[in-house]
């Protein structure tokens, strides 16, 4: 079986050969620097620039892999600022020993998720480390994006508005329970995958539409609980959330029960909240209704003066109680 | 001892602390992404655009730490193609148990670094790892820079012309030969330091100076001899060598006889070499004479069309030997 080896990350002839024959031929575009130590690229107007590092494991769960979750990871922040995608990096630390076919399939994946922008990979890094001294392979991609000048608001977690309508995209918790299910080896039945997903388009078709997208976020660590909670924070408002409208699919809310969790905590990779006026409410459901991976979208709560800076879920019996930013350990390596 | 906990990756309350209270206050300026997935910038013109991960073993050696190093790897990738150093992502990826203050000297290094350039810190990410899944701390660095309109000429590893002088700006092979003396537990006397620095400082004169820098490239992995190769490869031309001018400390020198390695496959961290006109040479070295950090600055070569794609070292003794691009395992976790 033919592995990676250390002299892959010496820089030498090695180094080479790795980014020629698997780098350059998965990512090949116009843009991809080549032989030089930076990108050279021509932006207009205002960018957006983040960036992630991804530590999952295991690196190939139900619905995706480390390698498009790396890439819709970070396409997906350029995208809740309103930002087009337009170019990456990508930074492989790699373990010795990791079988070249693990990483051929993870990078080909990475290739195929991309198709779904028009964002390119331009420029790269290659880290080979010994055995021992990382778990098979880590990935950070980070990420330029263009903020189109048309648009009539920017989103932000500053920005929530009093009597805005808070909207999910889809239901929540689904990348953080798979993965909590693969490594507890607890079998779920049906259709149990994560929601990684590059949620670029829908976003665009937001914006196109013209509405007011107060906030926007992707309800990833911490899940829908920390958003909502750096939203009401950020803001100083109060959001108030009706727990029954959350959509949270079967196998979901019986891992959370096996488990003792809450779906609310749960990482989501593909799953995105917006608030917006609440005029605007049936216009933005009609949108997300074109989308595959926004179907399930659903008017959540809204926000009002009632305790500024608390989420408050209103319990289907009638009771409140805060929903609280997660806080402990959580699960690690969930992204 | 106060440590990392998986608690502080996890995406809730204990990572909102850490980054408030660590990252916000080392990394503060006016541009910093705070409670956004992504910074906002406005950016001018032709944009630079780098990555690199840094895994370097031990976390301190003499002369520098893996925070600075993440700082003027990424700020010198930039400035080598001659852009300016402006925006910097900064991922953290933390073993669970690292010591606080492990991780605290660090950022401050890093905020102390930045400090050599008008570059900031504008997002970031956190990731803490279970015991055992990574080694104490890796840090990605991607940067953004920006190419000054005025430029007579693109540095570019394809561009290097017939005649070019090749300039190298220091003595080789510190930064490898520092870490492999720590690794290795030699005591190396005198002041035997790691060439790590920000070198955007001495470009900007460069080009201020209005010289024609074909190429620009400082010799990271893979060492003096990996530059070489790559731009005598890149440009088709053959690169000629008199050994004798390449400045070499004593320290690396001893210790390359020692252990049997050439100071040329060591990697720099702060050294770089340049190819221009032989009629701007004289000017080149009086720009760099004004650094501490290029004082030692050298012509060691020149670009003829002896054999295309060679690497060709003229030794002492009158012989000429092919210098290659090196190629096995070389050091790992060098940088």
């Not at 575009?29 to 295991?58: I, M």
């Not at 009093?162 to 329970?177: L, P, Q, T, Y």
């Not at 899940?223 to 750096?230: M, R, S, T, V």
Request: net charge negative.
């Amino acid at each position: 079986m033919k592995v990676v080896e250390l002299s892959h990350g010496g820089g030498g002839a090695e180094t080479q050969q790795l980014i020629q024959q698997l780098f350059y031929r998965h990512f090949a575009n116009d843009v991809l620097l080549k032989s030089e130590d930076a990108a050279v690229l021509s932006l207009q107007g205002q960018t957006a620039f983040t960036t992630d590092s991804f530590t999952v494991s295991p690196l190939f769960f139900s619905g995706g892999n480390i390698g498009n979750l790396a890439i819709a990871g970070t396409l997906n922040d350029l995208s809740m600022m309103g930002a087009k995608p337009l170019y990456l990096s990508c930074a492989f630390i790699i373990e010795e020993g990791l079988p070249f076919d693990t990483l051929e399939k993870v990078v080909q994946s990475m290739a195929d998720e991309l198709q779904n922008s028009d964002a390119k990979i331009v420029c790269g890094d290659t880290k080979v480390v010994p055995r021992g001294a990382v778990d098979k392979l880590f990935i950070n991609t980070s990420g330029i994006g263009e903020i189109s000048t048309g648009q009539i608001v920017k989103p932000s977690a500053h920005n929530l508005q009093m009597g805005d309508a808070v909207i999910v995209s889809g239901d929540i918790g689904r990348h953080g329970a798979v993965v909590m299910a693969e490594r507890e080896s607890i079998n779920l039945h049906g259709d149990f995958k994560s929601d990684c997903q590059v949620l670029w388009p829908a976003v665009k078709a937001l914006l196109d539409a013209g509405l007011e997208l107060h906030a926007l976020r992707d309800a990833t660590r911490g899940g829908l609980a920390a958003l909502l909670n750096e939203w009401a924070n950020s803001s100083e408002v109060c959001i108030e959330i009706e727990e029954e409208k959350i959509p949270v699919s079967e196998s979901v809310r019986g891992l959370c029960e096996l488990l003792g969790f809450e779906a609310y905590d749960f990482a989501n990779e593909g799953t995105f909240a917006i608030a917006l006026p609440c005029s605007q409410v049936e216009q933005a459901l009609q949108v997300l209704s074109q989308f595959d991976f926004t179907q399930k979208a659903a008017v959540i709560g809204k926000v009002t003066d009632f305790q500024a800076g608390l989420v408050v879920l209103q319990t289907p019996w009638g009771s409140q109680r805060v929903l609280e930013l997660p806080k402990g350990e959580l699960l690690p390596r969930i992204c």
